[in-house]
């Protein structure tokens, strides 16, 4: 079996699709017999599951990655843990043993079930730094799974700059291309994108400025009732302190990190919804194809 990690100084970077180095481990009879270190050759992320499938990768750990890298993954058949931090031997080490918990798909090596028991030597933190993120993109923390490619046009497997605004129904605004100043760069119909987003830029003239609509299964999917967690507030330390409504991390007794939104708290039990943050939302979206190439 050969396990890859996404890979900076020692440890397991966060951003799939801008890792710059893969370590490579050779596992035979559940040890790891040798180890190496790759370039990811300067591809996109469109095009690192090609690369790991190329490779021989049986398995990915990796930090941040988005749903069409997942989908590409699976098609590739190629095994995905994702959410996972520090070190990268060590992260390694707990895949082996079973006990890394995958954030953005369910690995093998765990039933992915969330219950309190899962959690019973975990802490919770606050992490008030935690955003929205970039709705159009899929880069960081879990996003919705595609079941199939739904886009088509001419601008489909070309790649395609464009600015846009994203807005939820109040009119407020969740992510801006415009106020960082450099348009977005994806493979269009590659999966890169949320599927709404891609099925509006697949048939966009260079220089057209269109405002499209996303109902959730469009967009980051449905909420999943399976993905709310009820616990004992005695099994997570710390949690005693948290509030409804408030966005923290829960970490799994080998230290994995993983996004929750508190939904509802009593003087005994606490509930966690562990859904991606932008999952049962209608999301609006003004987009300029600024290139195709």
Not at 105 to 117: I, K, Q
Not at 215 to 238: C, H, Q, V, W
Not at 260 to 289: C, Q, S, Y
């Amino acid at each position: 079996m050969r396990i890859a990690v996404t890979y900076e100084n020692g440890n397991i970077f966060q951003h799939f699709g801008h890792t710059e180095f893969f370590k490579v481990y050779e596992v035979e009879d559940n040890k790891v017999v040798s180890s190496q270190v790759i370039g990811s050759d300067g591809v996109g992320h469109g095009a690192l599951a090609g690369l790991l499938s190329g490779e021989g990768i049986d398995v990915l750990i990796c930090g941040g990655i988005g749903g069409g890298a997942q989908m590409a993954l699976a098609e590739a058949g190629v095994e995905l843990c994702s959410g996972a931090g520090g070190d990268a031997d060590a992260a390694v080490d707990a895949y082996l043993k079973g006990e890394l918990v995958s954030a953005g798909a369910t690995c093998s090596h765990h039933d992915g079930n969330h219950s309190c028991g899962d959690h019973e030597e975990g802490s919770c933190g606050h992490h008030g730094g935690h955003e929205e993120g970039h709705c159009g993109h899929h880069e960081e923390g879990k996003c919705c799974h595609r079941d199939e490619e739904t886009a088509s046009g001419k601008n489909v497997g070309r790649t395609c700059r464009v600015h846009y605004r994203g807005t939820f129904n109040d009119g407020s605004q969740f992510d801006s291309s415009y106020d960082r100043g450099e348009p977005l760069e994806f493979l269009c119909g590659a999966g890169m994108m949320i599927p709404g987003f891609d099925a509006a830029v697949a048939d966009m003239e260079v220089g057209q400025v269109i405002d499209v609509h996303l109902m959730p299964e469009e967009a980051y999917g449905p909420k999943d009732p399976r993905a709310f967690i009820t616990a004992n507030i005695s099994d997570l330390p710390g949690s005693e302190d948290l509030t409804v409504g408030e966005k923290v991390y829960l970490s799994t007794p080998d230290g994995q990190p993983f996004p929750v939104v508190v939904t509802a708290k009593d003087d005994t039990t606490i509930t966690l919804d562990a859904n991606h943050e932008m999952a049962g939302k209608e999301l609006n979206f003004r987009i300029e194809l600024v290139e195709v190439k």
